[in-house]
């Protein structure tokens, strides 16, 4: 009787295991507020499935809440790689309502929007403890990458062996820094892209498949 | 004149006055005895209360990734913003050997400085100093 339930358990853990392989990775978008990760998720569901994930806007937190592309198909070099995608909020330490005011937004507007993203960061933090199978971390070349939220979110990547990913965004702007994101995460590999113009996106798709797939 | 007041935690003394910001330096064997959630309360609890909480060894990234999470559930409108915190920058994975990953030994002894959002501000930061700017509530 044990033999029989041992082998019934060996072979439910091999045939589990073939369609977890199947099962599409839950990649997720992450990085610092206003980075481009919206428009990131967007270029890339727009160019697999035809379809936008959110809307995107210059105000810090427009992505309040953990948004999933389901079952999105990447074919680079004959290997097919399907994921879904989850963008997330911007990641910070700290929000403060009056900020948005300065946005032409009313007192209530700015706190419930302030509420929301709070609440987006919190659940955008569990996922990466406990949902997501890879990180596609977004850096806006244009700024300092030498900030504490980036350094404590690629830890806490690195901590968690999830493969990473990652992008130099924004590449099409004057002031953009791609080596200073290099040097700021040397461990990793850094790849240069404008999400907005669509600059580089052939290898932002192949390392997608070869880092996920 | 009064003197110090026992605070919660019943062992370090508090300074109700508002003529100066509290700053409360905790060891790395005070913090070795504690959970993680029991960490990330005294270490909130402080800065809610308006003090510099300076930790000797750090936090692991699950307990910096767990404080956020729960920084964010704490922070309401003019009550309270949230925190700022600042570590050393340190390659700590290019700094640990096989066995210590293997064993779950990771490197987190870096001193970290955690303080109100709207209390303290970052001057300067790079591998061997952080200057900090830190105001009254």
């Known amino acids: ?213 | 004149m009064p003197g110090p007041t026992p605070n919660v935690d019943g062992d370090a003394p508090s300074d109700d006055s508002d003529d100066g910001v509290r700053i409360d330096m905790i060891s790395g064997a005070r913090m070795d005895g504690l959970t993680g959630m029991e960490k990330i309360r005294l270490i909130l609890d402080g800065v809610r209360d308006g003090n510099i909480v300076i930790l000797e060894e750090g936090l692991s990234p699950d307990e910096e990734s767990k404080l956020i999470e729960v920084t964010m559930t704490e922070i309401s409108p003019d009550d309270f913003t949230g925190i700022e915190i600042e570590t050393y920058p340190k390659a700590e994975t290019a700094n640990q050997s096989f066995l210590d990953k293997l064993m779950g030994r990771e490197s987190t002894q870096k001193l970290t400085v955690i303080g109100p959002a709207n209390q303290i501000e970052t001057l300067h930061k790079d591998e061997n100093l952080i200057s900090t700017l830190v105001s009254r509530k």
């Open chain 1, 1 to 213: 009787m044990g033999l029989l339930t041992n082998l019934k358990d060996s072979i439910s853990r091999v045939t589990d295991g073939l369609f977890a392989a199947d099962e599409p990775k839950r990649i997720g978008i992450y990085g610092p507020p206003n980075a481009g990760k919206t428009t990131l998720a967007n270029r890339i569901a727009r160019d697999w499935t035809g379809d936008a994930v959110g809307p995107e806007s210059h105000i810090p937190h427009e992505t309040r809440r953990a948004r999933r592309k389901e079952n999105v198909e990447i074919e680079r070099n004959g290997r097919k790689v399907t994921i879904d995608i989850v963008d997330t909020p911007g990641v910070t330490t700290k929000v403060d309502y009056k900020e948005f005011l300065d946005h032409d937004m009313e007192k209530d507007d700015a706190v419930r929007r302030s509420r929301e993203a709070t609440e987006g960061v919190a659940e955008a933090m569990h996922w990466l403890r406990e949902d997501v199978d890879g990180v596609i971390y977004v850096l806006d070349s244009t700024t300092d990458p030498f900030t504490q939220v980036n350094t404590m979110l690629i830890g806490i990547i690195e901590s968690q062996d999830l493969p990473a990913l990652i992008l130099a965004n924004k590449t099409d702007l004057p002031g953009s820094d791609v080596q200073q994101i290099a040097n700021a995460f040397p461990q990793h590999e850094t790849i240069p892209l404008s999400a907005l113009e669509g600059d580089n996106m052939d290898e932002v798709y192949t390392k997608i498949a070869e880092y996920f797939g």
